[in-house]
């Protein structure tokens, strides 16, 4: 049998090779078949994870909230130090200085990326900004993000703290975070389906925890651009679920 591991389609470009040697390392150590399978958008992840094509995943918090409640899905493990975190960002040189600054009518680039969009939305509330007095403009990846601010197509852009760290020191310079979320306990985790979890699930857990031991998977770990992995307890699950869970509301 061959199961199909997929990772959220938010991670760094830099990083997709990675994926590639993190599968390899993951037949050896289970030896299983493992097919991995990299989305281009959110839509046609989901899409795949409806029609039960998906055994693991990386993913990011708010599509993890579905597959633990409604597919069964049990989460083993999580990136070690590493939250999700969003930022909001606008010119350097630009008018806006604080977020009370903007206006309706503000126009927002974003991805299609669900827990950074919805962390976003929740930093404008002290502007009194929302769905019905923004305008609100979906791009395919961060990098077009940036370009639309560049631009000056955009008034804000809606950022993963993580993807705007990658950008070169030109880019950042033009731009400036106006607010930066701190929640912490909101991240990626690492899912198990209900076909692989029941022989494979405890071996995958115990063999991503000893990544940090050896040399050569630590060379996977930085082929993925994680210091490690730590493990997600069901209580760590259930907590950030309720916690997404709150503040989409």
Not at 24 to 47: G, M, P
Not at 170 to 178: A, G, I, T, Y
Not at 223 to 247: N, S
């Amino acid at each position: 049998m061959t199961f199909n591991l997929t990772a959220s389609p938010d991670f760094s470009p830099d990083h997709i090779a990675g994926w590639y040697v993190f599968n390899t390392w993951l037949q050896r150590k289970l030896d299983v078949r493992i097919h991995l399978e990299l989305y281009d958008s959110f839509e046609a992840q989901r899409k795949a994870i409806e029609d039960e094509k998906i055994d693991l995943i990386y993913a990011n918090p708010y599509d993890a909230t579905m597959l633990v409640r409604e597919k069964g899905f049990r989460a083993i493990a999580a990136p070690m130090g590493k939250g999700d975190e969003a930022i909001i960002a606008v010119l350097d040189e630009g008018p806006v200085k604080e977020i009370e600054d903007l206006k309706p009518g503000t126009r927002i680039a974003a991805t299609d990326d669900p827990d950074v969009n919805m962390i976003g939305r929740i930093m404008l509330e002290p502007a009194d900004l929302n769905a019905n007095n923004v305008e609100l403009k979906t791009v395919d990846s961060y990098a077009i993000v940036a370009k639309r601010l560049l631009r000056g197509e955009a008034d804000v852009g809606f950022f993963l703290k993580e993807a705007y760290g990658n950008f070169s020191p030109v880019v950042r310079k033009q731009l400036r975070p106006l607010v930066t979320s701190q929640i912490h306990v909101i991240r990626h985790v690492l899912l198990v389906g209900p076909r692989f979890s029941p022989n494979y699930g405890e071996p995958l857990c115990h063999a991503l925890m000893a990544m940090n031991t050896e040399a050569a998977d630590k060379k996977v770990l930085d082929a993925l651009g994680l210091p490690g992995w730590e493990k997600q307890t069901q209580e760590d699950t259930e907590f950030m679920i309720d916690l997404m869970d709150t503040l989409k509301f």
